[in-house]
Structure formats: C-alpha cells, structure tokens
C-alpha cells in the first residue's frame, strides 16, 4: 500500500525490542482480528458458527482457524462475504495504521501497516487451504475443490472427455501441482544440503531431548518441516488407497 507509494527505503527495521514488540503483536494480533471477522461476519449473516481456535496446517504448522463450518448452508453470496471477512478485517487495520504514519510518522507504523497487508494477500493465494481456496471452491461451487481437481487433472492428462467446468478444474489442479512442485524446487535449491543431511543428525538431535531442547538451524528447520510434511502426505495417500473398493 503505502510502502508501495514511497518505496522501501521508508520501511525501516526496529530500532530495539520494544518496536520489535509491537510490530510483532500487531502482525500476530491482526490473525486474530482476521479469524473475528469470520465469526461476525456469520453472525451478521445469520450463520451457524462456532468459536476461534488453534490448530495446525498439515499437522505441521501452526494456525489460528475459525469454525464457520455452517457456512456451507448458505448462499454462494453469503459464502463468498463470509470468506472475504478476515481479510478485510486485516485490511481495515492496515488502513488504520497507514493513517496514523500520515498523521505521525512512526516507522513501526509504516513496518506493521505492511506486514498485515502481506498476511492478508497471502490469505488469497488458491493452492493452500486458506480463504483464497474456499473462496475459489464457492465461486465454483466445488466442494472437496482439491479432491476435484486432482481427478480432473488426471483425465485432462489421459485425454478423455471433458466440459468446460472440467476443464477449468484440471487447469487449477495442474497450476496446483506446479505450484508445489516450483516451491519444493526452491527449498531444495536453498536447503538441499540440509535435507540430504537431516536423517543422518536425526539420532544425534534427539539424544539432545534428555538434556536440552536441540540446536536447530534455520535450515534444519525448514528440512524438518518438509519431511513432516511429506509424511503427512504420504500416510494421507496410503489411508485413501485403502478406502478404495
């Protein structure tokens, strides 16, 4: 937004922990704001709803959700402004914070104004399951979306017949797999020599739990979080083969 406008030069780091503090709490905090948008939007709609919680995304990472399953009854209309609701929410706090630097310029301002606007883009991004998903499964009226256009990808790649709707979902699953195949790319380009190191220090990291929480790079890290995420896949696979007839 404004960051945008005046370049990021104007994006200063923070001076000392105290701004570092509120940058952070606002970012978080707007989270939260962003998931009470989704219940006051059901609540002003007249939707079944339930509360805020906290959970994990592919059992890995951890996140805020909110229990709006009730939407589902709704109209796509009323789907598609109680989807949008957390990230306008974010917004209207960005926009807020981006008036207070115009009235006093207070770089921690500017900083936490740009991070939330971040957050919220992010929220739109189709190929995980966050608003932009459901908000593209109700404009489409696909329920199980990602389900779908596995299937339709598979018969647009063996050629059969297709209509227009399935079509559009095999073009979706297959920018889905791109996608997931780009981002796996790129952490093996970034942290490749941790990935193909991690199993061979597992032992030795996990000696380290009598004693100590274990010393992790950043790269550990993000190789752990792959590997948790590829099992998660995995084990999701095995358990849906067998359920086939």
Known sequence: MLAAVLGPAQLVPPQNAQEAFGVGAAVYGSLLLHEAGHIAACARLGLRHGGIGFGFYAYVFPVLFADITGIWQATKQQRVIGNLAGIFMQLLLATGLTTAYLLQPYAPLLLASTGIALT???????????????LLSDLTNTPNLSEQAAQARQELLRGQRWTARRLVLGIYGLLNGLAFGALLLYLLFLHGPAMLELPAALPALLGELPVRWPHLTHSQLVALGCYLVWLRVGVATLVQRKRKP
């Open 120 to 134: 919220a883009v992010w929220q739109l991004n189709p190929f995980v399951r966050r608003d932009g998903y459901w």
